[in-house]
């Protein structure tokens, strides 16, 4: 991972990391972080779009639920442990961790701190109302629930997220973009249900799917399920298809 460029601003309850691109502005984006919080590889990714040419906002909406990047890194280190029992100790306590996260009240005020971020991209000058959103796991599906319910995001591009509930289908207002790997059983088998849904809605919906694959396929690291070939391609579409539907 490269040095950090960004840096940290208040939206009330909650934080999030700025970066900005060093010549001109394409757009904004949103880069919603996974379920690990706000960690390190997250910003990284945002410094990525940033030389791009974007400013991007990483939100900390985790915390709020109480997995700040200090209690996130400590359960993905114990997930990624090589002491069988560390390995084994980490199933009971993400359960009680993320406890939170599936409470509805969270999942509502999550989705107004990110059009709290949009509001903030929308009165960026340069922006000229050119925003986007992506995010990965946690943040793949509350980058379609933020399409979903804010019409100001003109792409969504969803990295291994979960499909939006039946009722935020006509919600949307922009392309999507969704990118999974092949082995990630429980969202692959749901997605013919996501497409035909996106279709009945009008929804300019493509996904692709990386045979060898897994959950988590674009985060290089993450040992186990980082795979090089599907993150680069990935990268290579996803920054064109922002580069298109926010031209």
């Known amino acids: 991972m490269s040095e950090l460029h960004g840096h940290t601003i208040e939206f009330g309850d909650f934080t999030g990391y700025v970066t900005h ?36 906002v990483a939100p900390d909406i985790l915390s709020h639920a109480g997995i700040t990047p200090e209690v996130g890194g400590e359960l993905e280190r114990l997930r ?3 002491d069988e ?52 796991c946690f943040g793949g599906t509350y ?5 979903a319910a804010d019409d100001r995001v003109r792409a ?34 749901g997605l013919p249900e996501v ?3 996106m279709s009945e809605a009008g929804v300019d919906f493509e996904a692709t799917v990386y045979p060898g694959a897994g959950h988590a396929f674009f985060n290089d690291t993450n040992t186990h399920a980082y795979n090089a070939d599907a993150a680069n391609d990935a990268w290579e579409q996803v920054t064109g298809f922002l580069a298109t539907a926010l031209a």
Request: aromatic share 10%; proline share 7%; net charge negative.
């Open 143 to 147: 980058s379609f629930a933020l399409a």
């Open 195 to 197: 497409e035909q849904r």
């Open 80 to 82: 990624e442990s090589a």
């Open 21 to 56: 691109p060093a010549g001109e502005v394409k757009g904004g984006l949103i880069v919603i972080e996974e379920i690990w919080g706000l960690v390190d590889h997250i910003k990284d990714v945002a410094d990525r779009f940033a030389a791009q040419g974007y400013i991007v």
């Open 85 to 136: 029992e560390e390995r084994t100790r980490v199933q009971p306590l993400m359960r009680e961790k993320m406890a939170p996260l599936n409470q509805p009240e969270y999942g509502a005020w999550a989705v107004g701190a990110l059009k709290k971020v949009v509001d903030w991209l929308e009165a960026q000058p340069a922006i000229a109302g050119r925003i986007a959103v992506t995010g990965f």
């Open 156 to 189: 969504a591009a969803p990295f291994y997220g979960a499909p939006p509930q039946a009722t935020e289908y006509d919600g949307f207002a922009c392309p999507v973009r969704a990118f999974y790997g092949e082995q990630d059983e429980r969202l692959i088998s």
